[in-house]
Nanobody, 123 residues
Framework: QVQLVESGGGLVQAGGSLRLSCAASGRTFSTYSVGWFRQAPGKEREFVGGISWSSGDTAYPDSVKGRFTISRDNAKNTVYLQMNSLRPEDTAVYYC????????????????WGQGTQVTVSS
């Protein structure tokens, strides 16, 4: 069984930065990929990036490319989402999720989810 716990959300002004963490436990993650998603009220869950645990390869949608960066710390079994130049439209609950093998962009391709952390960007 895989457990994921997000932290680091909060309130920030537009243009500011936040770093979210996703601490993983329960398995060896060398064959997993971790994705970050967000969901705003009334909207579908949206992919904001992912990382392959083994290779470190990352993928981002155009909406966050150049502003968001995903990294991992193997020793801590933790994946980070660094968010810069935040905008009010980035306001959402952010989730990390894990799946075997490759990064996927659809939320229903992930098997394990954290509880989510709220990010609010004020204008």
């Amino acid at each position: 069984q895989v457990q994921l716990v997000e932290s680091g959300g909060g309130l920030v002004q537009a243009g500011g930065s936040l770093r979210l963490s996703c601490a993983a436990s329960g398995r060896t993650f060398s064959t997993y990929s971790v994705g970050w998603f967000r969901q705003a009220p009334g909207k579908e869950r949206e992919f904001v990036g992912g990382i392959s645990w083994s290779s470190g390869d990352t993928a981002y949608p155009d909406s966050v490319k150049g502003r968001f960066t995903i990294s991992r710390d193997n020793a801590k079994n933790t994946v980070y989402l660094q968010m810069n130049s935040l905008r009010p439209e980035d306001t959402a609950v952010y989730y990390c999720a894990a799946r075997r093998l490759t990064i996927a962009t659809m939320w229903n391709e992930y098997n394990y989810w954290g509880q989510g952390t709220q990010v609010t960007v004020s204008s």
